[in-house]
Structure formats: C-alpha cells, structure tokens
C-alpha cells in the first residue's frame, strides 16, 4: 500500500523480507478492507503506479491469506503458518472442487493434488521439527546457495525458508 504517497511497487513478499509475522498482520488488515483494498490497488494500476501484475498478485495473497489463516493452528509459528498457507489454500480450494465434479478420473487428479500439498505441509512440519541448531544450519546453507545462483538478487525469509524446506525433505527422501 502507498505510505505517504509512494507507489507499491512490489509484492506483499517482498514488502516485509524478514519478517513472518508483520506480512501476515499485513495481510489481515489488507483482507479487512478489501473492498477499499482492491479499490486502491486498481486506482495505483489506471495512474501507471502499479502493473497489473502486481495487483493480481497482492489480490491473489489476500484471498489465500482470507481462506486458510482459519485452518492454521494457532501455535504454529509465523514462518510455518506463512509456508503452509498455500497448500491449505489449494487442499480446500480442490475438496470444494470436488464436491461439483461428477469425473471419477477428474476427482483422482484432484485428490493427487491434495496429497502433494499435504506432503509440502509435512516438510514444513518435518523441518520445524529438528533442533534449532540444525534449522538454523540448513537455512545457512539455503540462503547461500540462492545467493551464489542469483547474487542481485534480494531474498525473502520465506523464500529461503521453503528453499532449506525443499532440500531437506529431498535429502531425507534420498
């Protein structure tokens, strides 16, 4: 959202890079004020203040934010609950799906999409299992491959959180 008249010229990941807990707050204010939220976002596309892109994109995070913060336990830290939103998002999205097709073969590939989300919820889980100095290892580790495969560019806790995510759950399915 503009702060004293500045352009958004970004996403909601990258409006808070380090910080779990302040785009979810973010996020939940944005969802409160949607109406008025969607009306600025489209008045920063028509002044050439924001892409299309941009908006969909903030619009998209506020509508996973919107139906799955409900279905995220709330003793689950900030990080976790921002990396599982999305499969939520989608296991609910699919089961809704569903409930219309009358496709057994299209309910299948539905259902083989839950499982995958389910799964990328377990990793999360898996990884926030481990001792912290293990965590805090792995998350090293995965900051500094992203940052040798793309110097310039600037990393979002949550990215490099769900990179060290991937590679672990990789390493222990190997």
């Known amino acids: 959202m503009p702060v004293g008249g500045a352009a958004l010229n970004t996403s909601i990941n990258s409006l808070f890079p380090g910080n779990d807990i302040d785009k979810l707050q973010m996020l939940g204010l944005l969802n409160a004020n949607k109406d008025k939220t969607l009306q600025m976002l489209d008045s920063q596309v028509a002044s050439g203040l924001m892409s299309l892109k941009q908006r969909n994109e903030i619009s998209t995070q506020i509508d996973v934010y919107s139906k799955s913060i409900n279905h995220i336990p709330v003793r689950f830290e900030a990080s976790v609950a921002n990396a599982i939103m999305e499969p939520i998002y989608e296991i609910s999205k699919l089961k809704i799906e569903n409930e ?33 100095e293990t965590q805090k290892s792995l998350l090293a580790d995965a900051k500094q491959e992203l940052q040798n495969k793309n ?12 990179y060290a995510v991937q590679k672990q759950s990789t390493e222990s399915v190997d």
Do not use: C, G, Q, W
């Open 100 to 132: 219309s097709l009358n496709s057994e073969a299209l309910k299948a590939e539905n259902n083989k999409k839950i499982e995958e989300a389910n799964e990328k919820i377990d990793s999360v889980l898996t990884f926030k299992r481990l001792d912290i």
């Open 151 to 162: 110097p310039n560019k600037t990393l979002t806790d949550n990215e490099i959180f769900n």
